[in-house]
Structure formats: structure tokens, C-alpha cells
């Protein structure tokens, strides 16, 4: 059932003058997330965006019939970007009453939006709901976060660019950005002038676009050819991995703008990519005829950059020898060959650009089969207490009983569990105290809350840090994946979305 429904329209120019007189205009109405975002943007989308969040708030407010005052003010509502670059509130203050429905338009230099509120009830039984009802859920309200810092990730690019000596850096993004937060990431790669992003899907390419990159975007996977349109729209590099998805590509281009593209070539890899030279003459020469399209990039993938044994990759660079260097290639090509582990530890295959992911986080690509000293982790992952008791000798915790005491014992419950990405194997792990004190994880860890046994009472609201470094004592992913038998790599992605990342200095 609708319960309200706000509209509103704001003239931008209007919104841009009144910031021209009152430069705080800009905080009195943007949230610091929003102004992230904002700040983000440039010329008119930024005015837009502004003009657009100003509108959306005065509609919400009339939608619940007090407009913007004491029942709701600017800062009280938040409106963000989603995954697909679709604004989705994120906070105001009928959450959890209402299911909001939001739209913004602009025409000329009119912004338009629209709230509807709607009773939840309605939504379940309602189908067609599901596109606004699909969206995940981030948890801002609960005391368990990602800490993600900008310094890390800045000191780790210029670290590789030093060591490389290399022309250009697309860091890699995709998977939420390794699961330490994409908004918060690409920010802090922007501030050190990285040259590029590379993604893994077009939506999250798109993501980043709507977000404000105006940098080239290289998607790493196969986009379906069929969303040609979009790849155009949004000016995205996408991977050519066969002739056959290169015509089918064509087919669907739309006739008249320009869209540049990358080569993936398959020197032993075995994933996507063309492994033989005449077919991969022929994907050039076509490029290089076709009116619309640019040959942007060329690039290949290292399977065993991580391993001590170099058999392997001295292989495939031999096979890219061999497939590329009698290529007739325009002189502006990026030529990208490196993984952060070809960066690391191997003499660097090309001088041009590097495509680097995990080593920008600041965590070991060989988990600890290499050493690098070059690095500082990006990542922590916290949580505070929310509840604390003593409990006498005998006294069983959590899921299957599966812990007793065996003396009276302090007990802290943390709001995080294995839905969080903090995964059930990890029982018997411990976290960090603000001292360095280890606290042990006690019990079987559930979905969403875990137990851990504490030196003695320490207050609800004491912050424990189970990935990250306190003073000399460290948690780190490597220590994780090792305890899990996987690589840190997994352990990062597993971080749930619904998890709010923060970035700190
Ligand atoms: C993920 C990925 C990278 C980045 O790898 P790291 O080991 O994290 O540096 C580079 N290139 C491609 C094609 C990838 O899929």
C-alpha cells in the first residue's frame, strides 16, 4: 500500500548560485558520504548530483508529510549510487517502516525526483517490486566494519611504480575492489594518479563511470556482445578474445560513435584470450579497418608469477614474443602484461603498463610462498563488544555446545559472523585488543555473531580488531587464508557487501 508520495523540482542553476554565495551550502545538504561522491564529479554532473540530492530530500520530506525540519533534516537522509550507478537511499528516517521508492530526472536545467512510500507488506506479495527490493542490504547501523586506508594504498602504488619503473597503472578493482570497498578505494587510487581502472564486469565498470571516473576502464572478463550499446555509451574498454566475439561485437555496435578495445592474448593461461597468431592478424586487421573502433591496449596473463620455479612464465613470455612482436600495432597502444606478482619478483616483461591488484592492497599475491617487504596492508576488519558477561566454571557458548568453561570467565559478543565473510572455520582464531592483548574466539562462530573469552569485564563498546595491525602485534589476511587453506585473495572478496567500509587516513 503507498502511505506517501513526495515530488519536487529544483531549477540547477538556481542551486549552483545560491553555492557560489555560501560555499557550505554544499554540507549543509550532502552527507560526507554523498560529498564524497560529489566531490568526485566534475562541471555539470557535479551540479547535477547536488541539484539532484537537494530535490530528493525536499520530495522525501513531503512524502512524509513534514518537510525538512525537525522531523527530518538534510543530514538525516543519504542517497548514494548503487553497484548499477542508480541512486538508492541508504538513510532516512522511516528506514525500516517503508519500503522508498526514489527516481531523479533531469531535463535542461531541471532536476525532477520523486519518493513513494509503500507499506512492506505489499512488496512480498508484489513481483514486480523485485528490481527495487533486489538491492543489498549494508548494515550502517551495526558496530562491525571494514577500515580501509587511503595512505596503504597510495604508499603501495608508488611502491610498484618505483620498483617497475613503469609508464602507467591500472589498479584493479573488480569484486568490490578485493572486498575492501570500491567507493573507497577508487578515491584513494585517484588521489595517487593512478592511469587507469580494470574491472571484471561491465556493471562494475558502469559503477565506476557513474561514479565519476573519467579515466580509461578496462573490463578483464568477456562482456556479452549483445551490450555493445552500453560498452559505446560509456566509452568502456572491453577485452577481445576471439574474432568470433570481435564480429559479433561489430554486429552490434550502434553505427556511428567510437569505442576503443584491449586484446587478451592466451600465452598459457587458459582462460580467455586468443591463442593463435593468424587469428590474432586477423582480429588486428580488423580493428585497425573498422572506422569506430580503436585499438586501445594488448595484454596477456601470468599463471605462475608467484611461484618460485619460473619455468612456466618464462614460457608464456616466450609465447608472447612470438604472437605479438611482428603485430603492426598503432604506437599508442598500452601494452599490459603484469599481474602484481610479475611486478614483485620477476623483471618486468614490458616497461609500459601494469595491472595490479592485490600487491595495491598491500597483501602478498603468493600468500607466503615469496617474500615482499615492499608492501603495507590496506585492510582492517573491526567490530565492537555488545555484550559482556561472567559466567561461572561449567558454562557452555554458542551452536553445538561445543565450548565449556572451566572456570568462571568473561565473555564479549561481536556482532559479525560467517555471513560477514569472517568464516566458521575460523573458531579457535583470536583478535586484538587496543593494548595488543589477544582475545580468543570461543565456541562455534554463527552467522552473525561470534563470542570471545576477555582478560577480564571490559566495557560493551571496546573495539577488537580481527584483521589489522595494533602497535607490533598484526592480524593479517595471510595468517587467515593460511589458517583456511586458501589465498588472502578469498579471504578479502568473502568480506559481505553488507559490511560498511570506512576510509581512514
Ligand atoms: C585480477 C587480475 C589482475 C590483478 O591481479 P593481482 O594478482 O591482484 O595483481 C590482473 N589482470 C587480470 C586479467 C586479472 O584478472
Known sequence: MIVGHGIDAQVISRVVNVVQRRPNFVDVILTPAERAVYNNRKGKHQQ????????????????????IGSQAHWQDIEVLPN????????????????NVHISISHTGDMV???VILETYKTTLTGFNQLDVTDQAVVSTRRPAWVEVSASAIQHNITAIRH???????????????????????????????????????????????????????????VTPAVYADDLVKYQLIPVVTSEAWLDELIDNMPKTQQLPVSIGVDTGMGRIGIRQEDELVRVVDKITAHKQLSLKGIGMHFATADEKDTTYYQQQLQNWHQLVDNLQLPSDVWYHMANSATTLWHEQPTLDTVRVGAAMYGFNPSGDVLATDKLIPALSLKASLVHVKEVAAGTSVSYGAT????????????????????????QGMYGLLADGRR???????????????????????TVVTLIGQVGQEKITLEMLASRLGTIPYEVATSLAPRLPRKLVK
Request: glycine content about 12%.
Open 48 to 67: 547535477e548530483f547536488l541539484a539532484g540530492r537537494f530535490s530528493i530530500k525536499e520530495a522525501y520530506s513531503k512524502a512524509i508529510g513534514t518537510g
Open 83 to 98: 553497484e548499477a550507478g542508480q541512486p538508492i537511499m541508504v538513510k532516512h528516517p522511516k528506514q525500516g517502516e517503508f
Open 112 to 114: 525532477q525526483s520523486s
Open 163 to 221: 620498483l617497475t619503473g613503469v609508464k602507467r597503472f591500472i589498479a584493479i578493482v573488480k569484486a568490490n575492489a578485493y572486498g575492501h570497498g570500491l567507493t573507497q578505494v577508487v578515491l584513494a587510487a585517484q588521489q595517487a594518479n593512478v592511469d587507469g581502472f580494470g574491472v571484471a564486469t561491465i556493471d562494475e565498470a558502469i559503477w565506476l563511470r557513474e561514479f565519476g571516473v573519467d579515466l580509461p576502464i578496462f573490463i578483464l572478463g
Open 403 to 426: 565450548y565449556t568453561t572451566d572456570q568462571t570467565e568473561w565473555i564479549g559478543t561481536l556482532p559479525i559472523g560467517y555471513a560477514d565473510g569472517y568464516a566458521r572455520q575460523l
Open 439 to 461: 582475545v580468543e574466539i570461543i565456541g562455534r562462530i554463527a552467522m552473525d555473531q561470534l563470542m570471545v573469552r576477555l582478560p577480564e569485564a571490559l566495557p560493551v563498546g
